[in-house]
């Protein structure tokens, strides 16, 4: 069975992205009120593996539970402010 890494590719809104091809290593979708905050790493050794791409997929558009709702009354995904890929374990 292969395992599933989230790597960043992007900020969703086009900004310049300090994490760009990194993997996620850490990420608390509910730190900073709901605004989440992550950890990411060059290495994929050092990354969160998932059990399938469903699994890294579920986890990338999860909700904060402290701050479930964006002022416009969309749902808060704080990781989805990222552009990710799904990929295999290297």
Not at 20 to 29: I, K, L, R, S, Y
Not at 41 to 60: H, I, N, Q, R, S
Not at 70 to 81: I, V
Request: charged residues 20%; aromatic residues 12%.
């Amino acid at each position: 069975m292969k395992a599933y890494l989230i790597k960043a590719e992007a900020f969703a809104n086009g900004a310049p992205c300090p994490h760009a091809g990194q993997w996620v290593e850490t990420f608390d979708h509910d730190a900073f009120e709901g605004r989440g905050y992550g950890t990411f790493t060059p290495d994929p050794a050092k990354a969160m593996c998932f059990d399938t791409g469903v699994a890294a997929l579920l986890f990338w558009r999860k909700q904060s539970s402290v701050r479930p709702l964006r002022p416009d009354g969309e749902p808060n995904r704080p990781l989805t402010a990222l552009t990710c890929t799904f990929e295999p374990v290297p």
